[in-house]
Structure formats: C-alpha cells, structure tokens
C-alpha cells in the first residue's frame, strides 16, 4: 500500500512539475508569429493582427481578437478568440500536434494541427470545420462587395504546407441566405436561395473553383473557373463559368425588362443557359451568353 501510494505521489508530481512547465515554456509568441507568416504567405497583401496571447487550461494558449486586414488596413475577419492545445507527449517530437476551438461570427469552429521541421523546411498540416457563421457579418463582404450576402456558412479546410508548398482545400455551404442584386430587376432587389455549395483548391496566387452550385426559388447552376490572387486582394482577377437556370418568375422579369439583345435566345431551356462571370472582387461582372 505504501509502495503504491509512493508511486502515485511521484506520478501526481510530474504531472504537476509537467503543467508548470507547458505554461512556463509554451511557445506562445512563437505560434503568433508563425501564424502571422504563414497567412502572408499564403495571401499576398493580408496581414494578422493578435490583440492578446495568455496560457490557458487545459495546457496551452489562449489567442483574443484575431483580425486579417489587407496592406490598406481594411478589415477582412475578426476572431472572436481561438484556444490552441498541444498534445503533451508530442511536446518531446520532430512534429508537435495540436488541438484549437473558437468563435467568430456568431458561430464556431474547431480543428486539429501539426507543426514540424523536416529535411524539406518546416511543415504544417491542418484540418478544421466551422458552422453557424453569419456571413452578413464578414468584414470582407462591407469592406468590398457592393452587394448584401446574407446566410449560414458552414464547411471545412484541410491545409498543408512544406517549405514555399502550400496547398488549401476548402468545402462550404451557404445556406437560408440571399443575394442583393447590383442593378435590381423591377420588383426583385433581393435573390434569395436555398443553398450556395462551393469546392475551392487554393495556392499562394490562385483559387481554383471546382464545383459551385445554387439551388432555390429563384435560381439554380453552377459555375467553376479560377480567381487569381493579387495584391491588393480587391484587383484579384475572376473567371468563372457555368449555367444558370431561372425560375419562372425570374424569366418574366427578365424579358419585361431587358433587351432581347442582351439575353439568351433559349431562356426557358431545361439545362439553362451559359453563364460568364468575370472582372474583379471589386468590380465583377456577368454575361448571360
């Protein structure tokens, strides 16, 4: 009984010696910086600011008011707070893992890391998910977008990157939201849908978009095409194209208020008709053709 009491007192105590020194010895300003590095990059002309870093339990860091803004200072996310967690026995590895959670946008997300120097650079591989995000409230969308997004955007990344590798993937849903039209048709400034579903393949100057649909009342197609990343992120270039089906309400509006030149010999086709949406994030544009 001793014997065994013995034991679990010097159990207790490393354990305890162990908490002492992840809180003292945690590279909490190390994680920082390279977060700050590896958004930029990723993202030419973003930049991530962290208000505050403090030690958090179970071991590992707390990081408050995250905020990616472009070279012009505008804001394009806010972090409401993130908490990072590593796995204790990989503290002692070549590659550390890790565990994070936190809020933004009203909603959540979660995901797990892996941090590591190998004989091609250092390393990371990420995976994580996010929901209930109230997309009306993306400081991007004010900053930038001339039209009003509203909806729940859930999905999931999975990143890596090894020395200047980098590779992201990325799947969303956009959900119960609508769109506000630039130049409205008479009787229709808004587009309500029911889901926006998006596969996106991004590197440091590009996003591939393999799969884009929307389905709803008013509309549905799809869309696939490239964004070409540039600084400032605003002159990022789009190619986008696919087929756009509308409904029956939409085709009425359209034929009352544009000119036939302008439209589509084949409006009611049951596969739609071609669509092309190009410019830029700033400035976008669309032919029905």
Known sequence: MGKARTILLYAAYTIVLLVICLYVRFPSDRIGSYLAFR????????????ADTTPSFPPGIRLDHLV???????????????????????????????????AMLEGAFNGKAAVGDGTDGH?????????????????????????????????????????SAVSTQIKTMLSDGSL?????????????????????????DRVQVRKCTISGSYVEGDLKGMVRLKAPLQSSTINLR??????????????ANLPSALLPKRLTDKNGFPITLNGTLANPGFQLR
């Open 180 to 204: 506000e039209l630039l130049a409205p048709i008479p009787e229709i400034n808004q587009m309500p849908f029911e889901a926006i579903e998006m596969e996106l393949s991004m590197t440091k």
């Open 242 to 255: 696919g087929r756009i089906k509308p409904q029956a309400e939409v085709i009425s509006a359209l034929k």
């Open 39 to 50: 958004v930029n990059r990723m993202l030419p002309g973003i930049s991530l600011s962290i």
């Open 123 to 163: 390393s990371i591989q990420m995976e994580a998910a996010f929901s209930d995000l109230q997309i009306s409230e993306l400081p991007a969308l004010l900053a930038y977008s001339k039209r009003r997004i509203s909806g729940v955007l859930e999905g999931s990344i999975s990143h890596a990157a090894t020395g």
């Open 68 to 102: 990616l803004s472009s070279d012009k200072g505008d804001k394009l996310l806010e972090i409401d707070y993130a908490k990072v967690s590593p796995a204790l026995l990989s503290l002692a590895e070549n590659q550390t893992r890790y565990r994070f959670r936190g």
